[in-house]
């Protein structure tokens, strides 16, 4: 097996480390005994072109240009000032302006710029240089789909740059998010859209990651490339346990699913568990407002929040990898 390559410090760019020098819990709930790596058909990895987009309108290539996205049927898209662009129709919208509001991209922005999760950007820094060395990808085609406001994209795409020559696309149906993630990474080509309608051709994707964000799988066994690899992250059951203590009577555990989707093989299972302390009532309340418990926390239970300055509170994340299924499936 090649020999794996795992990054630290901040934004997972140079420093080379092993994983039992990581300050963190890190454990491999499930990997096949044997040779566990990615199988991969060479003639996938030899590609001329970048990732292949697909207009939301007529579905025909997009032509990509320094100003905006435009297809042969003259289909155009404007670019943003800060890079992104927006390809989500109006019938596509469930709201004015669907998914995370400003408020909510700054508190996310803030509080992951304080580093507080860098455990979990840099483990997948590493999960992604693995991916690539198992596959021999030089030029990976990856795309995140949910990307928020582009911390873990753009980690991932500066720690891949020092091995291969990385091909990111970002996508997330809040325009917020997106201005966000654009400002911090020019490289990469952020989209306006919706996880349920990709705008990617398929078999256009060799690595895909779904982070905290909903799931399809039709579409993202249709936009990955034969053999192609999905990383997940999902929280474990006592992810910030202590968090929902100060702010509930009666906590409660999150659910973590059933493994098993279908049309993809369950590679390995990591789960990643760490104490951060939080020394501000701004990053207390930041953390907050990420989490969906800001949504159904009732005014009363919120207020308790306001009068604590300090939290230690545990992260718990798994990390579940998957490569697509060469059968038939039907999802």
């Known amino acids: 097996m090649p020999q794996r390559v795992f990054f630290a410090g901040k934004g997972c760019g140079r420093r080379l480390v092993t994983p039992e020098s990581e300050n963190v819990s890190w454990t491999d709930i499930m990997e096949p005994s044997g040779d566990s790596g990615i199988k991969i058909e060479r003639k996938n990895n030899q590609k001329g072109t970048t990732m292949e987009l697909i207009c939301p309108v007529c579905h025909k290539p997009l032509r990509i240009e320094e100003k905006r996205l435009v ?117 990469a080509e952020f989209l306006v859209g919706s996880v349920f309608h990709l705008p990617v051709a398929d078999s256009a994707c060799d690595l895909l990651f779904n982070l905290f964000a909903p799931y399809c799988g039709e579409e993202f066994l249709r936009v990955l490339k034969k053999d192609g690899i999905m990383v997940m992250v999902i929280p474990s059951r006592k992810h910030l346990w202590e968090l929902k203590e100060l702010v509930y009577d009666s906590p409660y555990e999150n659910e973590v699913r059933d493994y098993k989707l279908s049309g993809f093989q369950l590679l390995r299972v990591r789960r990643l568990a760490e104490q951060i302390t939080l020394t501000s009532r701004e990053d207390i309340q930041n953390l907050f407002m990420m989490t969906p418990y800001y949504y159904k926390t009732s005014e009363e239970n919120s207020r308790r929040l306001q009068g604590c300055g300090r939290l230690t509170t545990r992260i718990e994340f798994e990390i579940l990898v998957y490569q697509k299924d060469g059968k038939e499936t039907t999802t």
């Open 71 to 187: 297809c042969q049927n003259h289909h155009s898209f404007d670019r943003a000032k800060s890079g992104y662009v927006n390809l989500l129709l109006s019938n596509g919208k469930h709201s004015k302006l669907p998914g995370d509001n400003k408020l909510m991209v700054n508190a996310r922005r803030d509080f992951l710029q304080k580093g507080y999760y860098q455990p979990l950007a840099e483990a997948l820094c590493n999960e992604a240089a693995r991916c690539c060395q198992e596959a021999g990808w030089k030029t990976p085609d990856i795309l995140d789909a949910g990307c928020g406001e582009g911390y873990y994209t753009n980690a991932v795409y500066q720690a891949l740059s020092s091995l291969t020559k990385p091909r990111m696309v970002g996508i997330d149906i809040s325009k917020f998010a997106l201005n966000a993630a654009a400002k911090k990474n020019h490289e």
